[in-house]
């Protein structure tokens, strides 16, 4: 079984930073495509960024120059640094990770940010 522990959600004022962390656990031998995506309420989850094995990167156009996906494939984790915040990024922040034999969600950090 292959468990997502995500971290880092919370309350921040508008302009602020948060930094979300996922770590995978289990037996993988090999994880492709790690990202984060959200889902506000009301609205479909949607991609906020991916990141690769070879480490190319995706970005949703509304986080593009704010947010910084990254991975450490030592540790089998993946981080998202969110900076500028706006009020729209608030919704529930969910990990996903795509690995050789299926793909997993993680449980979701709620992100809140207040005007």
């Known amino acids: 079984q292959v468990q997502l522990v995500e971290s880092g959600g919370g309350l921040v004022q508008a302009g602020g930073s948060l930094r979300l962390s996922c770590a995978a656990r289990?037996?993988?031998?090999?994880?492709?495509?790690m990202g984060w995506y959200r889902q506000a309420p009301g609205k479909q989850r949607e991609l906020v960024a991916a990141?690769?094995?070879?480490?190319?990167?995706n970005y949703a156009d509304s986080v593009k120059g704010r947010f910084t996906i990254s991975r450490d494939n030592a540790k089998n984790t993946v981080s998202l640094q969110m900076n500028s915040l706006k009020p729209e990024d608030t919704a529930v922040y969910y990990c996903?990770?795509?690995?050789?034999?299926?793909?997993?969600w993680g449980q979701g950090t709620q992100v809140t940010v207040s005007s």
């Open positions: 990141v690769t094995s070879a480490d190319s990167t």
């Open positions: 289990g037996t993988i031998s090999r994880i492709y495509t």
């Open positions: 996903k990770i795509v690995f050789f034999g299926g793909s997993t």
